[in-house]
C-alpha cells in the first residue's frame, strides 16, 4: 500500500489558527490554473462572489516584480504594497497593510459573529478548496520521492517550524527523529516537488549519519556542541566515531557564529502573537548582551539550557537539506547550526527576563529561527524578505 511518511511529533498535527502563515514575511505562491480554481470555488456562493474584486486586485498587485521570483508566480494572501491601478474601492480596501506586503484575505480583527472568528477570508468562504496548494499543504513542505527498493513511501512530508502549532509539537517530544507512515489514500495534501534519485542518494547516508550521532549525544552538552562543530566543518561527513576526538575544538563553530542571526531571531520573535510585545520590551537590552563575541565557554552554557530541544530543532532541520529546498545541502545545513546556536544564546539572555516558561519560549524560538533571513537569500531566490509556503 502506498505510504507518507512525515516526523513523528507532527501525525496529529492539526492547524492552531495562530495566523502566523498569513503575515509577513510568508507568502503564498499560486499560478493562474489556482487563480481560476479559486474564482470558481468563491463564485458559488454570494459572498465568496462579492469577494472576487478583492482576490482578483491582489493577484493583479502580485505581479510587480519586486515581489516574485517570476513573472508567473502569483500569491493568494501577501501581495506587493498597493492594490493594483483602477481597481475598485472596494478592492482597495480589502488590501491590509502587514509589513512591506499587503494582505488578501486575512482578517485580523474578525467578524461580526461567532461563526466569523478572523482569519482568512478565502478559508471562510470557501474551505480548502479556495485556498491555493502552498496554504492548504502549510506548514507541510510535500516532496514526492523516487522508487525506492521494498519501499512504499511515495511521499515525504516535513514540517517548516514557522507555524508556531508545529513548534510547539516539537518541544512536547523532542525524542530523537524518526519518520511514521500513513496511508496516501488518507492524505489530503498534495506534493508541490519531486526529488531526483541523485538528491535522495545524496540525503540518504547524511542523514542517517547525523540523526545518529545526534540521537547518541542529545543530553551531553560537551558532546552536543561537538557534533554542532562537526556539522557545520563538514556538513556531508558526519563523524561515524566519538566527536569529541574526530572534532576541532569547536574553532570552525565560533567563527561562524553570528550577532545578525541572534538579531534576526529577535526580531521575528517581536511578531510572535501575544507575546511579541515582551520581547520587543527587551530589544535594547538583548543588543547590548549579545553583540559581543561569543567564547566557547559562553556558547557551552549556552547549550546548557535545554540541549535535548536544541538537538530536536536541529534534528528537523536535516531532513530539509536537499529535497525539500533548493539551497545547496552544505549552505543549509551551516545555516542550520547557526540558528540552533542563535535559539540557544537567545534562550539563555530570555528565559530570566519573560514571565513565561521553557517551553513557551523555546515554541517561539523555533518559529522564529525557522524565518528566512532577508540577509541572505536562497540561492537562485529573490532578494525579497519573504518565504514561499510549500516550496523551496
Known amino acids: 500500500m502506498p505510504t507518507v511518511r512525515l516526523p513523528a511529533p507532527f501525525l496529529r498535527y492539526a492547524c492552531g489558527r495562530s495566523l502566523m502563515c498569513c503575515k509577513y514575511p510568508v507568502r503564498a505562491p499560486c499560478d493562474e490554473d489556482e487563480e481560476a480554481r479559486i474564482t470558481k470555488v468563491l463564485a458559488s456562493s454570494e459572498a465568496g462572489r462579492a469577494y472576487i474584486p478583492i482576490l482578483q486586485a491582489g493577484f493583479e498587485s502580485a505581479l510587480g516584480a519586486r515581489a516574485f521570483k517570476q513573472k508567473d508566480e502569483h500569491c493568494v494572501h501577501l501581495v506587493s504594497a498597493s492594490a493594483a491601478p483602477g481597481a475598485s474601492k472596494a478592492a482597495s480596501e480589502g488590501l491590509r497593510q502587514d509589513g512591506e506586503a499587503s494582505t488578501v484575505g486575512l482578517r485580523q480583527d474578525g467578524g461580526a459573529s461567532t461563526e466569523d472568528p478572523g482569519g482568512c477570508s478565502l478559508h471562510f468562504l470557501g474551505g480548502l478548496d479556495a485556498l491555493g496548494t502552498a496554504c492548504r499543504n502549510y506548514p507541510r513542505w510535500i516532496t514526492r520521492l523516487p522508487p525506492e527498493p521494498n519501499s512504499e513511501v511515495l511521499l ?38 519531486e526529488a531526483t534519485p541523485a538528491a535522495l542518494a545524496l540525503a540518504t547516508p547524511f542523514r542517517a549519519g547525523w540523526w545518529s550521532v545526534l540521537a547518541d549525544r542529545r543530553h551531553d552538552t560537551e558532546r552536543l556542541c561537538a557534533v554542532l562543530d562537526a556539522m557545520y566543518t563538514d556538513p556531508l561527513a558526519p563523524p561515524s566515531g566519538d566527536p569529541m576526538i574526530t572534532s576541532s575544538p569547536n574553532e570552525g563553530l565560533l567563527q561562524g557564529i553570528r550577532s545578525s542571526d541572534v538579531y534576526f531571531l529577535h526580531d521575528v520573535l517581536e511578531r510572535i502573537p501575544e507575546r511579541g510585545r515582551s520581547y520587543a520590551s ?46 545547496p545541502v552544505p549552505q543549509w545545513l551551516r545555516m542550520a547550526v547557526r540558528r540552533t546556536i542563535a535559539v540557544a544564546r537567545l534562550a539563555d539572555a530570555l528565559l530570566a527576563r519573560v514571565p513565561f516558561g521553557i517551553d513557551t519560549l523555546f515554541g517561539d524560538l523555533f518559529t522564529a529561527a525557522m524565518h528566512p533571513d532577508p540577509m541572505t537569500p536562497p540561492t537562485g531566490a529573490s532578494s525579497s524578505a519573504t518565504l514561499d509556503k510549500g516550496v523551496g
Not at 168 to 177: G, H, I, K, T
Not at 293 to 302: C, G, K, N, P, S
Open 282 to 327: 527587551l530589544h535594547w537590552e538583548l543588543k547590548v548582551d549579545l553583540e559581543h563575541q561569543v567564547t566557547r565557554r559562553e556558547l557551552l552554557d549556552a547549550l546548557d539550557i535545554a540541549p535535548e530541544l536544541l538537538a530536536a530543532f536541529i534534528d528537523h532541520m536535516v531532513p530539509i537539506a536537499g529535497l525539500h529546498d533548493s539551497r
Open 156 to 193: 515525504e512530508a516535513v514540517f517548516y517550524l514557522t507555524c508556531p502549532t508545529a513548534a510547539r509539537m516539537l518541544v512536547a517530544d523532542p525524542s530523537p527523529f524518526r519518520f511514521v507512515e500513513v496511508p496516501l489514500e488518507t492524505w489530503p495534501y498534495s506534493s508541490m516537488r
